[in-house]
């Protein structure tokens, strides 16, 4: 895995935890929903649990103390989204690396955030990485979410691509097992919410701490 080298044409790129950092987003989205649920607020482990279930479709009633599970994701997706605006931030020198990477590849994110495509634009807009992306397709763009790879082959055909010609790259089993699905190259980083234990399960085609090194793999 580590000598793995990548011949593509696109690389679609996942926000959160790949791009973007969201952890303190998600921290204060959990405490939120917490404190209008009537609930204190949880450990760190908790905060990382909702949104690895919540992408995997699995249930969290346990994790939210046997709160009710629709007000609680009303409140917590509120809380989340707005939360993005000031407590996202780009990754460590991912402004560098977009650029080398955008010398070797059409750039696009396709992120699981229920939001218009407008949101990530502006939100890409404001950390100076708009230029260097094409495309961006949201959960809003598509019928089934990651881990279908309907926003993969959606993202790669408005690129003029095809979906085997392009690698995903993110940092959650879902984005591995999309584009297993879409026939694209799998690129797994561990600057997110998932473990390297948890991604190694997936056997993506490689896994690095980051994207700042990806330029390095790909041809």
Same mark, same amino acid.
């Given at each position: 895995?580590?000598?793995?080298?990548?011949?593509?044409?696109?690389?679609?790129?996942?926000?959160?935890?790949?791009?973007?950092?969201?952890?303190?987003?998600?921290?204060?989205?959990? $405490?939120?929903? !917490?404190?209008?649920?009537?609930?204190?607020?949880?450990?760190?482990? #908790? %905060?990382? /649990?909702?949104?690895? &279930?919540?992408?995997?479709?699995?249930?969290?009633?346990?994790?939210?103390?046997?709160?009710?599970?629709?007000?609680?994701?009303?409140?917590?997706?509120?809380?989340?989204?707005?939360?993005?605006?000031?407590?996202?931030?780009?990754?460590?020198?991912?402004?560098?690396?977009?650029?080398?990477?955008?010398? $070797?590849?059409? !750039?696009?994110?396709?992120?699981?955030?229920?939001?218009?495509?407008? #949101? %990530?634009? /502006?939100?890409?807009? &404001?950390?100076?990485?708009?230029?260097?992306?094409?495309?961006?397709?949201?959960?809003?763009?598509?019928?089934?979410?990651?881990?279908?790879?309907?926003?993969?082959?959606?993202?790669?055909?408005?690129?003029?691509?095809?979906?085997?010609?392009?690698?995903?790259?993110?940092?959650?089993?879902?984005?591995?097992?999309?584009?297993?699905?879409?026939?694209?190259?799998?690129?797994?980083?561990?600057?997110?919410?998932?473990?390297?234990?948890?991604?190694?399960?997936?056997?993506?085609?490689?896994?690095?701490?980051?994207?700042?090194?990806?330029?390095?793999?790909?041809?």
């Amino acid at each position: 895995m580590k000598n793995a080298r990548l011949k593509v044409k696109g690389i679609l790129l996942d926000l959160d935890g790949t791009i973007v950092d969201s952890r303190e987003a998600y921290s204060e989205a959990m $405490k939120i929903a !917490l404190e209008k649920m009537g609930q204190k607020a949880t450990d760190n482990k #908790k %905060v990382t /649990e909702i949104p690895k &279930r919540l992408e995997q479709g699995l249930p969290i009633d346990d994790v939210i103390n046997g709160a009710n599970v629709k007000e609680f994701l009303a409140f917590y997706l509120k809380a989340y989204y707005e939360a993005t605006i000031t407590k996202a931030k780009p990754m460590p020198c991912i402004k560098e690396t977009l650029e080398n990477l955008s010398r $070797k590849a059409k !750039l696009a994110v396709v992120t699981m955030r229920h939001v218009p495509k407008s #949101k %990530v634009v /502006e939100e890409l807009y &404001r950390f100076g990485l708009a230029e260097y992306i094409s495309n961006v397709v949201t959960a809003l763009d598509t019928r089934y979410p990651k881990p279908s790879p309907e926003a993969l082959m959606k993202c790669s055909n408005q690129m003029g691509l095809k979906t085997y010609e392009c690698a995903i790259v993110g940092d959650s089993v879902v984005d591995v097992r999309a584009g297993k699905a879409a026939g694209a190259k799998t690129v797994a980083v561990l600057s997110g919410i998932f473990t390297r234990r948890e991604l190694e399960t997936e056997k993506p085609d490689l896994i690095l701490e980051n994207v700042k090194k990806l330029p390095y793999f790909v041809e």
